[in-house]
């Protein structure tokens, strides 16, 4: 395994991990509450590490050069993410066992 596929993997496990702790941690908090805070740390720190180093001819730094193209980078990421995830779709989908 590549070093930026292991940095992926083990980040991914450890989120997840953090996920689960907190709620074993505590049984009455709503992993809605968690997930979501969990999302908002993943996104800071997403952003964070995606701010153009300041060269206006930079390749790199061409898709994500303005918020708006941040934004963008982001939101093409999450898609890709989700439907990649095994809970992508649900057996309790509304539209589930419909053509
Ligand atoms: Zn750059």
Redesign the pocket.
Known sequence: MDEAADTFDSAFAKAVDLGNRLAGKDKEADLWDIADGLLAGAVQYWLYSRQ????ER?E??APISTADARLAELKRLIDQLAAESEYFHAPTDSNAGRA
Do not use: H
Not at 52 to 55: A, T, V
């Open positions: 153009p180093c300041g060269d930079c790199d730094c």
